[in-house]
């Protein structure tokens, strides 16, 4: 494959386990000319994340502490107040921070915390920095009320492929993942949607994630890589580690497929040392999550990532930087929703 071909949305698995296959060392230079194309390779984005409502979720996510299906020794706590949530966000503005985001341990949010929700967003928002939230599943109107209130992007992962996915999660289905990618498209939010390398998976299901992702209608924009931080109590406590090798493989396939989008160097960091998060940014993974605590799990220190940054020579993405995407996204949801008009006309003419 050229590295000017241009974005597609047609991957076959055997092409993309074809990139996977390739020598590490191709498959690299691959990555990080593709990456060269579309983006600065000294900026990576920078955000901050921070747990609005903590444990006990309904859900039954293997990988996951916050189920309340299994004993992670987590402390539930209830949904933050908006002022709390509103200092955390100028405190992660304030160590350069350009994108927050606000994570529930929801299966979907209920009718009475959707108005605290959305008043978080436009406080957050007021401060000059990009907003985000996971808070499970949503519904369209959800989205469009989300979408409304000034939220940016949402985050909604497909955590794995359609194949192993039943191994993972027994709660909600693939599809209702995708549908809720599908709302939060409509509505017109950027996408944030991703998964988890090292749960036992094999070769073909990182390949068939990537796949799934690559081939939506429209490329998230920000692609979360995380690696799984294995958490007692939980089943997967004690799956076998993946290869190093096989996560840089992940991220320049994520690069190589999806050219424009950011791909995000996600949980895990703080089981990699510093040369193989530095073979992250060179296979194209181009945004992290700033600050000691990701929802509930440790994140490297802040001053361990400015050292980073400087060892490497790495800026954090000025937020006008991304501004320019905002456009291109809007034009993209009008195009999606032109095909998806015309579909709609044609299956009722041929009903
Ligand atoms: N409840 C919402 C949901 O699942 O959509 C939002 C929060 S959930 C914690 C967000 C994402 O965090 C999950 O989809 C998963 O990819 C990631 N995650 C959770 N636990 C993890 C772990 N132990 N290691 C790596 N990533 C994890
Ligand atoms: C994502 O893909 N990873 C982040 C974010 N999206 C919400 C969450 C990682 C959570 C790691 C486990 C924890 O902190 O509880
Ligand atoms: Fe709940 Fe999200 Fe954790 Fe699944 S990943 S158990 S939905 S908080």
Not at 55 to 79: I, R, V
Not at 181 to 189: C, E, F, I, P
Request: charged fraction near 30%; hydrophobic fraction near 35%; proline fraction near 5%.
């Amino acid at each position: 494959m050229s590295s000017t071909n241009a974005i597609r949305h047609d991957w076959t698995l055997s092409e993309v386990r074809e990139l996977f296959e390739r020598p590490f060392n191709d498959l690299l230079f691959e990555a990080q000319t593709v990456h060269r194309q579309h983006f600065d390779p000294n900026e990576v984005q920078v955000s901050t994340l921070l747990s609005i409502k903590t444990g006990a979720c309904p859900e039954d996510c293997m990988y996951c502490p916050q189920s309340g299906h299994y004993n992670t020794g987590l402390e539930k706590e209830k949904l933050l107040e908006v002022e709390k949530v509103v200092e955390q966000a100028r405190a992660a503005k304030e160590t350069g921070a350009t994108r927050f985001c606000m994570g529930a341990a929801w299966r979907s949010p209920t009718k009475k915390d959707l108005p605290y929700v959305l008043d978080m967003v436009r406080q957050v928002k007021s401060l000059g920095m990009e907003t985000c939230m996971t808070l499970g599943m949503l519904t369209e109107d959800q989205a469009d009320e989300l979408a409304e209130a000034g939220l940016d992007y949402y985050n909604h992962n497909l955590d794995t492929s359609e194949r192993y996915y039943n191994h993972i999660i027994t709660t909600r289905t693939y599809q209702d993942r995708l549908d809720t990618l599908d709302n939060v498209r409509k509505a017109g939010m950027k996408v944030c949607c991703g998964g988890i390398m090292g749960m036992g998976e094999e070769d073909e299901d990182r390949a068939g994630f990537l796949m799934q992702l690559a081939n939506l209608p429209v490329h998230p924009e920000s692609v979360p890589i995380n690696q799984l931080i294995k958490i007692p109590g939980t089943p997967l406590e004690e799956v076998e580690d993946l290869d190093p090798f096989e996560f840089v493989r992940t991220i320049a396939v994520a690069r190589i497929l999806m050219p424009k989008s950011h791909v995000r160097l996600s949980a895990g960091r703080e089981d990699m040392n510093d040369q193989m998060q530095a073979l992250c940014f060179m296979a194209g993974a181009n945004s992290i999550f700033y600050g000691d605590t990701l929802l509930t799990a440790d994140n490297p220190e802040a001053d361990a990532d400015r050292r980073l940054f400087r060892r490497l020579g790495i800026r954090p993405e000025p937020l006008s930087t991304n501004r320019d995407d905002a456009d291109e996204a809007a034009e993209l949801v009008s195009r999606v929703e032109k095909e998806r008009q015309a579909q709609l006309f044609y299956d009722a003419a041929n009903a």
